[in-house]
């Protein structure tokens, strides 16, 4: 399966030190095809920089040693209709999901809970641990 995560799992992993997470990634890395899409990977770098400065160099290494497709996130939805989603600053990261065709996209933003879509079928971490 190809499984996208959001940014706060990575968040979660490298500076909250989240041993369930660091196994589930594992696993990920292990069995399935890690993606991960440009508009996360912009976001969790701007994330570290503003909230977790002395982190930087950590999330540089992790990105650099981790095992991932790199999937590109359009400049422009095309189709942010269909994105029926709370909070707006999340689209990118559903839109990059659907057009690089994951099958599960790993999250734990409640904002997420309400999409009713076919695939990807959105996951918290406890979902996917308890389902796979």
Do not use: W
């Amino acid at each position: 399966m190809r499984i996208m995560l959001d940014t706060n799992i990575l968040i979660s992993i490298v500076i909250f030190n989240s041993d369930k997470l660091k196994k589930m990634l594992i696993d990920i890395c292990d069995k399935h095809t890690l993606v991960l899409s440009s508009y996360v990977i912009e976001e969790l770098e701007e994330v570290t920089q503003r909230k977790f400065p002395s982190k930087k160099k950590n999330m540089a290494e992790f990105l650099f040693q981790l095992p991932y497709k790199l999937e590109y996130t359009p400049s422009v939805i095309l189709d942010e209709k269909v994105l029926n989603i709370r909070d707006k600053k999340d689209i990118p990261v559903l839109y990059s999901a659907i057009i690089s065709d994951v099958d599960i996209l790993i999250t734990g933003d409640r904002d997420f809970e309400d999409i009713d879509i076919e695939k990807p079928e959105i996951m918290t971490p406890n979902d996917f641990l308890e389902k796979y």
